[in-house]
């Protein structure tokens, strides 16, 4: 299994920008693909999900509004749209998958990662 994350970089304040994650090598029915970010100095931070068959999605409450997750079957991707980014959305951002039927944002329940895209949100 493997989880490719992409689309991040250096933006300013205010910007849009929309992250990647292709999937391989999995049964992209039976997962929640999930969103999460990390802070320098904090812990992992659960963004959204989303269940690949039926398309549900569950998001943080802090960020729900700004953030948008979607998914193309087809393509095997999910995607993270970000927008009016805040210099406090700085982190690297992961991508993950959750073999179980039910909806957790806990990290420790993801079986799968990807390797990171560094969003930097400049003022």
């Known amino acids: 299994v493997q989880l490719q994350a992409s689309g991040g970089g250096l933006v300013q304040a205010g910007d849009s920008l929309r992250l990647s994650c292709a999937a391989s090598?999995?049964?992209?029915?039976?997962?929640?693909m999930g969103w999460f970010r990390q802070a320098p100095g904090k812990e992992r931070e659960f963004i959204a999900s989303i269940r690949w068959s039926g398309g549900g999605t569950y998001y943080s409450d802090s960020l729900k509004g700004r953030f948008t997750i979607s998914r193309d079957n087809a393509k095997n991707t999910v995607y993270l749209e970000m927008n009016n980014l805040k210099l406090e959305d700085t982190a690297v951002y992961y991508c993950?998958?959750?073999?179980?039927?039910?909806?957790?944002?806990?990290?420790?329940?993801?079986?799968?990662w990807g390797q990171g895209t560094q969003v930097t949100v400049s003022s």
């Open positions: 993950a998958a959750d073999r179980s039927s039910y909806f957790s944002k806990l990290p420790t329940a993801y079986d799968y």
């Open positions: 090598g999995l049964t992209p029915n039976y997962y929640f």
